[in-house]
C-alpha cells in the first residue's frame, strides 16, 4: 500500500509568514495529490490539488508544487493568517479514485 | 452547508453494544466512501460503493463491520459488538467531480465506546 509521511509534524508562524508543508509517498501510481485542512472539531475540507500532469498550482495564496520523479509535494501558503490555523493533510492517490491515503497530518499554529 | 449528511452526529455506547450510523450522501453522485479518523490522525479508508455494490472494503474493516447502500442512495454503517478501540469519527464522502478525487466529507460521526 501507499506510505505518506509529512513533514513537519507541527509548524508555528507568525501572521504574514510564509509557511511550506512536504509530503512525500510511496505509490509511482499516484495521479492525483490533494490538500485537505481540517479545523477543529469540523470535517476536513479540500483546499487545493494537482494531477500529475502539472508541476504547479496556486490559488490565491496557496500553491502547491509537485515532483513526481521524487515523488513529493508541497503545501505553500503566502501572507499566513490566524484563521490559517488548522490541521493540514496531504492524501495522495492512485488507480482508484477516491480512495485517499491521508498523511498524519500537520498542525499550523499563526500567531497574530 | 454540507451536501453529505450523517446521523447520529455523536453517540456513547457501552462495549459489546452495536452501533448503526446513516449517510445521506450528494444526491447525483453513484459513489459513496466511509472513512475513519482516530484522534490526532488523519482519515483512513474503509470501503466505498459504486450505486448498491460495495467495491472495495479496507483490511480495516474486521468482521464486525458491516456496510450497506440498499438503493444505491443512503448507505449505513453497522458495527457489532463494539470494542474501545472503534473509538473513532466515522466519515461519510461523496466526490466532488465525475471523474477526479475530490472528496466532499461528512461532519461526521463521532463514536465514544465506554
Known amino acids: 500500500g501507499e506510505n505518506v509521511e509529512q513533514h513537519p509534524s507541527t509548524l508555528s508562524v507568525q501572521e504574514g509568514d510564509s509557511a511550506v508543508i512536504k509530503c512525500t509517498y510511496s505509490?509511482?501510481?499516484?495521479?492525483?495529490f490533494p490538500w485537505y485542512k481540517q479545523e477543529l472539531g469540523k470535517r476536513p475540507q479540500l483546499i487545493i490539488d494537482?494531477?500529475?500532469?502539472?508541476g504547479e498550482k496556486k490559488d490565491q495564496r496557496i500553491a502547491v508544487t509537485l515532483n513526481k520523479t521524487a515523488k513529493h509535494f508541497s503545501l505553500h501558503i503566502t501572507e499566513t493568517q490566524p484563521e490559517d490555523s488548522a490541521v493540514y493533510f496531504c492524501?495522495?492517490?492512485?488507480?482508484?479514485?477516491?480512495?485517499?491515503?491521508f498523511g498524519q497530518g500537520t498542525i499550523l499554529t499563526v500567531h497574530p | 452547508d454540507t451536501g453529505v449528511s450523517q446521523d447520529p452526529r455523536h453517540k456513547i455506547t457501552k462495549r459489546g453494544q452495536n452501533v448503526t450510523f446513516r449517510c445521506d450522501p450528494i444526491?447525483?453522485?453513484?459513489?459513496l466512501y466511509w472513512y475513519r479518523q482516530t484522534l490526532g490522525q488523519g482519515p483512513e479508508f474503509l470501503t466505498y460503493?459504486?450505486?448498491?455494490?460495495?467495491?472495495?472494503k479496507s483490511r480495516l474493516l474486521s468482521d464486525r463491520f458491516s456496510a450497506e447502500r440498499p438503493k444505491g442512495s443512503f448507505s449505513t454503517l453497522e458495527i457489532q459488538r463494539t470494542e474501545q478501540g472503534d473509538s473513532a469519527m466515522y466519515l461519510c464522502a461523496s466526490p466532488m467531480g465525475s471523474a477526479t478525487g475530490e472528496l466532499f466529507f461528512g461532519e461526521g460521526s463521532r463514536l465514544t465506546v465506554l
Open positions: 494537482i494531477r500529475s500532469n502539472v
Open positions: 492524501a495522495p492517490s492512485g488507480t482508484s479514485y477516491g480512495k485517499l491515503t
Open positions: 460503493f459504486q450505486n448498491e455494490a460495495q467495491l472495495e
Open positions: 444526491s447525483e453522485h453513484n459513489r
Open positions: 505509490d509511482s501510481a499516484s495521479n492525483y
